[in-house]
């Protein structure tokens, strides 16, 4: 009993603060104990006598440094905390960024919850992790709020291979918002902020990456990702574009937008952009609120025109690539499309192996409406969609996005609600070729720079033995992708970083049946993966056990001699001087 007592009997500081605090009140001692034993309930016992009586004379209405003898307690500068790394520290600074509470499972199965604000003096900034009942100290501080901390503790964490010194607050933590003291607000100077418009950013965005803070009107829509990481813990990638009076920029949030769209953070809205602006190897400059920054509503006023949401616009199918061809890089990314058709080809459903060890899928399919015939590139959950289709099914693409791989336009999805199937009826007069592309036959002498849909007939006389079988490609356009570190890839086309997709690729050569004339022909993707046999999958299992060049040496026997119909789409390869033959369809 004895020993239960004194576990339950706060210490001499806690029963000074209660002292002052049931004089201030009216009550007595007992009352606010109680009070106390109340708000750690409320907790979940996840606070302490110290945040208890913080949470006390919050509900009162009286500041934590009503309750504390400030002249005994030392503060220290931020620069200070940095370099000497105590394990506990006093500090005062101003509100520099705001992140949002994220809910968490520890590795005991109980559930936690983490915010993160950074603050900054004179001297420098840190960041301050809030755990459980502090978290909620994110939601009730702004951008230069003066906030002091008593009894937090630092720790050095590892940062993209970097270490960073942040301060944790725990539940001996007190935490006072906006301190009565002149002093505290006197001796820091506010955060100055300066907005920069989206040319300055992409000017001044070199090969660094740099700080910045700018104000934009939403132009697209907010489509938040999931991700897993290599930890195996999962992420949210959050991208859209915003526009002010001198261009327009990506915006990368590494956070679900969810709760900010509740918020009327969304397609049209004004928002401010806090983050570090990085330049792509084309020239693009996308700014990245991670670890650096956030966004808010913004009430500034902008000189922009009448908003028109230029992506969902409903095209027939032989109108798509040249629409594509008018619109701007920018446009390209954000325009979205409706169109309907019959499916003339199923390629099915794949799945392959993401760089981080999660498992994606692919599925793909044409589509015609009678104006012409496209490719549609279906995604992960959306791609089970495409696993029951038949040819003859008619399917409403509700919103699409317009990708080019090679000289084609495809449809890329990734939701499964811009999708569906509707009555074949609409197009039962339709004359609609399936299954196979009809090309028109020529020989290899005959071809000319740009034709299309041409059916070679060739015997395969070799194969390129310097090829790579496979190669990183992007998932949204399909370009060879560039690894730029820390597994990380880069599409230079897109401009931005994403998860690559091991894509295959073969290039054989072919003679005319009778020997007169040869050609290179390139197979991308299902149409490699048909003439070789195998799919993507199993060709990157057997490069691993018997390496690239015996599997080459395996595929050019087995191929060699063979003939084969292939109908595709002829280039002339300025580099080589020579015409090379691109494969949409093998018969």
């Known amino acids: 009993m004895n020993e239960k007592k004194e576990k339950n009997t706060p210490d001499e500081s806690i029963m000074e603060g209660v002292k002052k605090l049931a004089n201030l009140l009216g009550k007595s001692e007992n009352e606010i104990l109680s009070l106390m034993n109340k708000k750690k309930d409320e907790m979940g016992g996840l606070i302490n006598d110290y945040g208890a009586l913080s949470g006390v004379a919050s509900d009162f209405g009286v500041r934590i440094s009503e309750l504390t003898d400030e002249n ?71 951008f230069n709020d003066i906030v002091q901390l008593i009894k937090g503790n630092t720790k050095v964490s590892t940062f993209n291979e970097l270490e960073r010194v942040e301060i944790n607050l725990t539940s001996f933590s007190i935490v006072d918002i906006n301190p009565k003291s002149g002093d505290a607000k006197t001796k820091i100077p506010e955060i100055s902020e300066r907005i920069q418009t989206i040319k300055e950013v992409k000017e001044k965005t070199k090969d660094d990456k740099i700080p910045a803070c700018v104000v934009g009107r939403i132009i697209s829509d907010i489509e938040s990702n999931e991700f897993e990481r290599v930890d195996g813990s999962k992420g949210v990638r959050s991208p859209f574009f915003i526009e002010d009076e001198t261009g327009t920029i990506r915006i990368i949030v590494w956070d679900d937008m969810k709760d900010n769209k509740d918020k009327g953070i969304n397609f049209g809205g004004l928002v401010k952009v806090r983050g570090m602006a990085k330049r792509g190897m084309l020239g693009d400059v996308e700014l990245s609120t991670n670890s650096a920054g956030n966004v808010e509503k913004s009430d500034a006023k902008l000189n922009l025109p009448e908003l028109k949401r230029i992506g969902v616009q409903s095209l027939k199918i032989g109108e798509i ?79 699409g996005n317009i990708r080019k791989n090679m000289e084609n336009c495809e449809i890329h999805i990734r939701k499964k609600n811009d999708i569906n199937l509707i009555d074949k009826k609409e197009f039962a007069n339709l004359d609609i070729s399936f299954s196979k592309l009809e090309g028109v036959e020529k020989k290899i002498s005959e071809l000319n720079d740009g034709d299309r849909n041409v059916k070679l007939v060739i015997k395969i006389v070799d194969i390129d033995s310097n090829q790579q079988l496979t190669y990183p490609s992007c998932p949204t356009c399909n370009k060879k992708v560039m690894n730029v570190g820390n597994n990380e890839w880069y599409c230079e086309k897109c401009g931005t970083s994403v998860e690559q997709v091991p894509k295959l690729m073969l290039r054989i050569i072919g003679e005319d049946i009778n020997g007169n004339e040869q050609i290179k022909v390139i197979l991308f993707g299902d149409n490699a993966e048909k003439i070789i046999g195998m799919d993507t999958t199993e060709i990157l299992n057997l490069v691993g056990e018997s390496g690239e060049q015996t599997v080459i040496e395996k595929v050019k026997t087995d191929l060699e001699g063979s003939v084969k119909t292939i109908v595709g789409h002829a280039k002339f390869n300025k580099n080589f001087a020579e015409m090379v033959f691109y494969a949409d369809e093998i018969e």
């Open 321 to 399: 690539s040249n629409k594509y061809e008018t619109l701007s890089e920018d446009e390209k990314r954000i325009f979205t499309l409706t169109t309907k058709g019959v499916v003339t080809k199923n390629f099915g459903v794949k799945e392959f192996e993401g760089i981080q060890g999660n498992v994606r899928k692919r599925g793909a399919f044409m589509l015609n409406d009678g104006t012409g015939s496209i490719r549609i590139v279906i995604w992960n959950d959306a791609a089970d969609f495409a696993e029951n289709l038949s040819e003859g099914d008619a399917v409403e693409i509700k919103k």
């Open 72 to 142: 005994n307690i030392s503060f220290s500068k931020i620069k200070d905390v940095l370099v000497k790394r105590e394990i506990s520290v006093n500090v005062i600074g101003r509100v520099k960024r705001v992140f949002p509470v994220k809910d968490f499972q520890r590795k005991d199965g109980t559930a936690g919850k983490v915010a993160r604000i950074i603050i900054s003096d004179e001297t420098g900034e840190i960041p301050v992790v809030l755990w459980d009942a502090h978290s909620e100290i994110s939601n009730r501080v702004k």
